[in-house]
């Protein structure tokens, strides 16, 4: 069946043709890092993650690209306000966002590249605007002249003249048309600068996301997407400079956003302060369950951050698990007498249909929310099944299959589940810590019977030790 997608340039689901066969080229705008990413955040991580998971599972070779918004005005404010240079804040902030993805189980993208390592990219096409004569310089900054794009307001579906009578835009002379925005920004003492031929200064936000996509994917890639927020004027004004570079080319194919994460039905945000960040959210969730969560409503709907849609996503998610486990349990029996050819002839069918609806939900704009309903009918099928008959089938064996797969698609890993207790975890680390230095002491002493007797007691709960050059490790079979 063909996939079908939302395009935000065209207001409808349209069929999904890449620009080359077999491969997808999808950019993503990511975080600007400041602070840690936020739940909000998290959504248009995980939201684009299972896309590009589903384009994977489909055949399509993916590039995927998202970049880091490393210098702007806010990362210079807290900068400035924290004593740290903006690059160290900004850089710290970028390792601290790969181990939330991790948690969430995001994949790295192809590439993720960094603003401050594409200015040359940038100057050469603010300087192609300039000689095009859509750009023009004041005093060291270098505008965009929305009037001289014949298209601004095509994504947004505004014209130039509502934006401007609906807009408190700041009258700004230096600027030909309010709405002209920054390519180029004249650096002030003590911010991180490059030299340009229009002076010492650093690149407006939006110029980034041109120069980086363009360099990774090439003109007319196939998938760019971001939160809502950023239609507006972000993206607008993304095609607009692209276009224009690229001398009416078009930019990009399908233009995809997710709709807001909220809490008390308003957009979660870093600046208005009502958000909770990933980080705060793990502590009482795991990143799977909060991924569970994410996913439980189509992308395009809001969905407002509550407790108790994150402990049902927990029991959702737990269902499923339990599933897999009482068929791994079940699998590792022999059967003691033949299996009934209907019982299995059934799961059979069930996990064939599981793998239709799983699909048909998926190819029409990414419907998570109804693919997980194919997930639970198919583990459903499957409890009832074990109940009557608790022994290995191939139908069986089947059916696990599918139901592993197909979680595994939107990104979850039944047969390893996640411990939900993050406090009880960090009381077994603790305690694991004084066992192992008691084990210590005792081969320092060369008291070899206490050591192994502390190893062996482990393992006969489940915990195995390695001793390495670097100290003893511990891990749970499982
Ligand atoms: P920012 O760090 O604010 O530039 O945002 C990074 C990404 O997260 C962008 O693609 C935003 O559109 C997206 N985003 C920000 N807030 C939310 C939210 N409350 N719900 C969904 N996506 C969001
Ligand atoms: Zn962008």
């Not at 684009?48 to 690209?65: Q, S």
């Not at 399908?254 to 909770?276: I, P």
């Not at 194919?374 to 608790?390: C, V």
């Not at 050591?451 to 030790?465: C, S």
Request: hydrophobic share 40%; charged share 25%.
């Amino acid at each position: 069946m063909s996939l079908k997608l939302f395009n935000t340039m065209n207001h409808q689901k349209e069929e999904f043709k890449p620009r080359d066969s077999g491969k997808v080229a999808m950019y993503t705008c990511g975080p600007t890092v400041y602070n840690y990413v936020h739940v909000g955040n998290g959504r248009m991580l995980v939201v684009f993650d299972m896309i590009r998971r589903y384009l994977m599972y489909k055949g399509y070779d993916v590039t995927f690209v998202q970049n880091f918004t490393d210098v702007d005005d806010k990362i210079i404010k807290r900068g400035l306000e924290e004593g740290v240079d903006p690059l160290v804040l900004s850089q710290k902030y970028i390792e601290e966002y790969f181990k939330d993805a991790r948690a969430l189980h995001v994949l790295p993208a192809t590439v993720h590249p960094k603003a401050t390592e594409h200015i040359p990219e940038m100057l050469e096409i603010i300087q192609g605007l300039i000689t095009k004569g859509l750009a023009y310089e004041v005093d060291g900054d270098v505008y965009f002249a929305v009037d001289k794009f014949p298209h601004y307001g095509k994504l947004s579906g505004r014209s130039l003249e509502d934006m401007q009578a609906g807009a408190r835009v700041d009258v700004d002379d230096r600027k030909n048309n309010p709405m002209d925005f920054a390519l180029w920004k004249k650096a002030k003492p003590g911010e991180p600068s490059w030299k340009s031929p229009w002076g010492e200064g650093r690149p407006g936000w939006h110029i980034e996301c041109t120069a980086m996509s363009l360099k990774y994917l090439g003109a007319g890639f196939d998938i760019h997407g971001g939160g809502g927020d950023l239609v507006f004027p972000h993206h607008e004004n993304e095609i607009a400079q692209s276009e224009g570079y690229l001398d009416g080319k078009p930019f990009v194919r399908y233009w995809m956003h997710n709709a807001f994460l909220t809490f008390n039905q308003q957009k979660m945000s870093k600046s208005l302060g009502n958000f909770f960040t990933v980080r705060e959210v793990l502590e009482h969730f795991s990143g799977e369950v909060v991924r569970f969560y994410l996913l439980s409503t189509h992308y395009r709907s809001p969905l407002d951050f509550d407790d108790e849609n994150l402990r049902m996503a927990q029991k959702g998610l737990e269902r499923l698990q339990t599933s897999l486990r009482l068929a791994n349990e079940a699998l590792a029996k022999n059967s003691p007498v033949a299996v009934k050819v209907e019982l299995n002839e059934e799961l059979l069918k069930a996990a064939e249909k599981a793998r239709q609806d799983f699909e048909a939900a998926m190819d029409d704009d990414f419907n998570s929310a109804l693919a997980y309903a194919s997930l639970f009918e198919l583990g459903k099928t499957m409890n009832a099944h074990l109940q009557a008959y608790p022994f290995a089938s191939t139908g069986l064996a089947k059916a696990r299959e599918v139901l592993l797969e197909l979680a595994g698609v939107l990104g979850f890993d039944l047969e390893h589940p996640e411990s939900q207790d993050v406090e009880q975890d960090e009381k077994l680390a603790e305690i694991m810590e004084i066992l192992l230095s008691v084990r210590l002491k005792a081969r320092q002493k060369k008291d070899w019977e206490m050591a192994d007797f502390i190893r062996d007691q482990l393992k006969d709960v489940g915990i195995v030790l390695e001793d390495t050059p670097q100290g003893a490790r511990w891990t749970i079979k499982g």
